[in-house]
């Protein structure tokens, strides 16, 4: 977990009108590579500050009301742009004004009391969100949140975790839609320094790139799409060019954050995810 987290930093993409002159891509945590899709588990997320765009990252739908994406997607912004379940990307007009974004307003954001932003680029503990809508924007592409038992057979197997994102899809190229790639689980780390994590790879071909923070990460079963998960952080740089086993990427596990969920899905109206049972042998 330390090897890969001192790589590892924000991978909330600039807007293109917005990216800070001589950024370095391959420094911030890296879909490049994969296919096209059109994902219903995911929306593009414009991050608005004085009106302005100034970065976006990717939203999974939990609920059809209820997003979970990255806490440092949500921190400090005060107004979101939402797209349409996997629609193209959010583009801007010469104006500035937003295209592609639905008429929906946030009602409130939840994140654990704990995650903390210093300003650097390094991942934070407790990296996770969810963003209460006022209105359905979709159905409910997940069957239900992962738990720790629906990982053994893939973390002892490396087996493979679906991601869709809106990120970067070259280490300059923006996606005109989002994209899917297959990954192999590497790790779960239930008390890492991060809080409660989780690890998939990278290869020379595809992977996480910036912008695509946020986005879930998630299991296809016989029982339906079991969300593990947005992606916070990576290392390597934005469409290959190192060793594969130089890849990574964190994410934070939803299920280790029970409380969280309940708070926000109670709000939304929906029912609670149910306690562990207590005094079994």
Known sequence: AC???IFLGFAAQAAPAMAAEGENSARQPKIYGGLPS?????VHLGLKAGGEVVGVCTAGIW?????????????????FA????????????????????????????FQPPSYKEDGTSSVKPDDIALILLDRDIGGAPFARLANELDLVTPWAAKGPVNH?????????????????VTLPFQYFFPE??????FATGQNPAS???????????????????????????????????AAADTYG??????????????????????????GAPVGLA
């Open 249 to 274: 990427n964190v994410g934070t596990f939803a299920m280790g954050y029970v409380d969280l969920q309940n708070q926000a899905l109670v709000q939304a109206g929906y029912s609670p995810i149910p």
């Open 63 to 79: 609920k059809p009301r209820l997003l979970m994406t990255a806490a440092h997607c949500t921190q400090g912004i005060s107004e």
């Open 3 to 5: 090897a890969l987290a």
């Open 192 to 197: 890492s320094r991060l809080g409660v994590t």
């Open 38 to 42: 059109s994902d219903p588990h995911i």
């Open 82 to 109: 939402i797209g349409a379940p996997g629609a193209p990307s959010l583009s801007a007009d010469q104006a500035g004004a937003v295209l592609g974004a639905l008429d929906v307003q946030v009602l409130q954001v």
């Open 207 to 241: 992977g996480i790139c910036s912008g695509d923070s946020g986005s879930p990460a998630y299991l296809r079963t016989a029982a339906g799409d079991l969300l593990i998960g947005p992606v916070v952080g990576g290392a390597g740089p934005c469409g290959g060019g």
């Open 164 to 180: 869709a994102g809106y990120g970067l899809i070259s280490e300059n190229q923006l996606p005109d839609v989002p994209r899917e």
